[in-house]
């Protein structure tokens, strides 16, 4: 519904004024036929055009006052401005859009586009999530630049609706301007507006607290200006001894942030020690701005007492819409606390007018919650023209690449472009995901794979007995659902590997035979496996023959095949081809020089260890420790092919070792392991093997040294690491 109702006196002669106003701001940025257009522009260009909007509000009027307020408080942009002041036109009467594009350009008309768009859905939808609502609406503008618009019309309107007698719709209004634009507004650094959106949001929705503050705020006002003065003088004289310059005015904070404070801290108004702030901004060069800053701060130091807890430094860390100052609170006189901001004119600029203002400065970067806005900020501090020339070809749709779809409730879900059902699922909650088999969306049942468009209405359908399966990895896009897809699949993995190893230890122990675990894991690997889990689950799902792979573990595992039986004394050592590399084991008190000997991989027998010797069906003599977890079945089975075996001259030769570490996950820890092995003189490294699960890992470390004394040395330095909780050898 449209009122024609006609503009009053008062009216007609406001929308002249703003207009006069407009043109001395931006009018070297129109030409001689835009100039006129905007003379003719409060005339109402067209009698066709409807006077006013279904609630009385006169279309032209909040135009003009919209473009005024934009052109103040962020930047008196040429395209903007035109696109503001013609959108009454374009969006009530369609049919002059192609002549206002012929006459504007094609970069104005698709602003008024993304203004009507962002107008014709904020009126159908509920704002149940900010955050959400905020990515929708950034996905319906074709560029930041009408956000920006949005924001300030917004004020326009909450300045207008005062005592209006549609008491929900203003409310309605209020509640979007404080939950969607006011935090825009700060996202972007509109400080100004985002302040007085929330004032006239707390007026509307609860004016008995507002009129009460604002009452208490005047009737102190006098005394607050007094103190801020008596505390502002000496600050002013020790700051111009230092040789700064700068300039120093003190404010109040707004309502609505001591109505926060308040409820937040439980107390009335006489009990907010931070009803003002002292603003101290300081001109200096972009290279001086840091030091300068802490130089004031430690000025205000030395005259009073700071507050550790209340300080807060933004200009290390800018807040992540580029916002940069020094907080301080101090004692000041007659034992009140005082907050002081400490800020150069540049990081003012950017304080007050936001976004637009960080063009001014190049070199000034800040980081972004939304990885859209942080591309913003990147093209205003390269930009020599002003920031909304450059804005115009940034389009947050491409960029954030989201989709928003709505739960049968209503609830909004914000999701990446091409995320499909499964992703929707997940994206509800974990389990509704894990037990999705489709969904219904306008009445129709669709796929887990079918991809969710801008608007939807999805309802999930789910099984008790779905469970994810590899193949969602190649559906899902969203990095919520994969990961959660992966966790599944991984806990279901692991599920089956302990079936498996239950498996293969129940076959060991029928079979009497010891699973040793540095023996098992190279059999794993000569299998091809990556880790022991993939292993032990294939062992579960029969993707192996059980019996087969247990039989050639036993192979592996064994320490010789069977051989006729003779008798030591008709059993003849075999010569080596070549000579051992070094002398260091003797048998029956003589060397073995000529003999070939063997250590034993199940044991890997090091210089100085209790040994004996095996002789094999090659001739070879392996040698075991006398502690070897295979010694009791050979001392059994084959008696007679033992040799007493003995260490001969000193050590020098390297020979492998396996230990067994055991710890928690902590960044750097095998860093910490492999850089203790690598200062030890006459030891390497040779193999490491790390498994980690839920913030535990276990390690196989394979290490040559030299004998016994350097591995017990060895022990005891890595038991010493961070994280570790054991090392033993294997």
Known sequence: MIIKQPLIFAELREISRLIGEIKEIAGSRFSAEEISWLEDFRHGMSEGIP???????????????????????????????????????????????????????????????????????GSKTEITNQENFRGLLLSLA?????????????????????????????????????????????????????????????????REIYTQIARKLNE???????????????????????????????????????WAKIKKQKVDLQHIYDLFAIRVIIDTPLEREKRDCWLAYSILADMYTANPARMKDWITIPKSNGYESLHATVMGPDSKWV???????????????????????????????????????????????????????????????????????????????????????????SNVGCRCTGAIIYGAHRRINHRIANGDTVEIITSANQTPTQDWLAIATTTKARNKIRQSLN?????????????????????????????????IKKLGYKSTNDFFADLADEKLDAGKVFADFEAESAPDEEVPTVSAGEFHLRELEEESPAEILAVGGKTIKG?????????????????????SSEGVIRVHQKNCPNAPNIRQRYPYRIVAVEWSGSSGV???????????????????????????????????????????????????????????SLLRKLRTVKGVKDVTRN
């Open 595 to 615: 003999l070939r000997y063997q250590m034993a991989k199940c044991c890997s027998p090091l210089f100085g260890d209790d040994v004996f010797g095996f002789i």
């Open 654 to 712: 390297q020979m492998p070792v396996t230990l067994k570490v055991v710890g928690h996950d902590d960044i750097g820890i095998v860093t910490n392991i492999t850089s203790i092995i690598a200062k030890e003189p006459d030891m390497s490294l040779r193999n490491i093997s790390i498994d980690s699960d839920d913030g535990v890992f276990q390690g196989f470390l394979t290490i040559n040294l030299t004998d016994t004394g350097r591995l017990s």
């Open 339 to 429: 907050e002081v901001q400490f800020r150069t004119r540049r990081m003012d600029l950017v304080a007050e007018k936001g976004l637009a203002a960080h063009w001014r400065y190049k070199g000034v970067k800040g980081d972004s919650t939304d990885q859209w806005m942080n591309n913003i900020r990147d093209i205003l501090e390269s930009a020599d023209s002003g920031p909304m020339q450059l804005m115009r070809d940034v389009k947050p749709g491409s960029a954030l690449k989201e989709v928003f779809a709505f739960t049968p409730k209503g609830d909004l879900l914000r999701l990446s472009t091409g995320a499909t059902v499964l992703d929707f699922a997940f994206a509800v909650h």
């Open 220 to 258: 102190t006002k006098r005394a607050r200006e007094a103190y801020i003065a008596a505390f502002i003088a000496p600050v002013k004289e020790k700051l111009t001894a230092a040789g700064l310059k700068f300039s120093i005015k003190g404010r109040t904070k707004s309502i609505s942030s001591i």
């Open 142 to 206: 074709d560029d930041i630049r009408v956000i920006i618009v949005m924001i300030v019309y917004h004020l326009v309107l909450m300045r207008a609706i005062n005592r209006h007698p549609d008491d929900v719709w203003v409310r309605n209004v209020a509640f979007e301007a404080d939950c969607l634009y006011a935090q825009l507004a700060h996202r972007l650094g509109l400080y100004q507006l985002k302040s007085e959106l929330e004032d006239l949001a707390l007026k509307y929705t609860n």
């Open 51 to 121: 006077i006013r909007d279904p609630h009385g509000l006169p279309f032209i009027l909040m135009s003009v006052r919209t473009a005024r307020l934009f052109a103040e408080s962020v930047e008196p942009d040429h395209n903007i401005l035109a696109a503001i002041l013609i959108f009454p036109i374009c969006h009530l009467m369609p049919e002059s859009i192609d002549r206002m594009k012929k006459m504007w350009g094609e970069d104005i008309v698709s602003i008024v586009h993304g203004m009507r768009e962002v107008m014709r859905f």
């Open 491 to 523: 806990e279901q993995k692991l599920r089956r590997a302990e079936l498996g190893r239950e498996l293969m230890e129940r076959r060991a122990k029928n079979r009497k035979i010891d699973l040793d675990e540095p023996t098992l894991m190279r059999f």
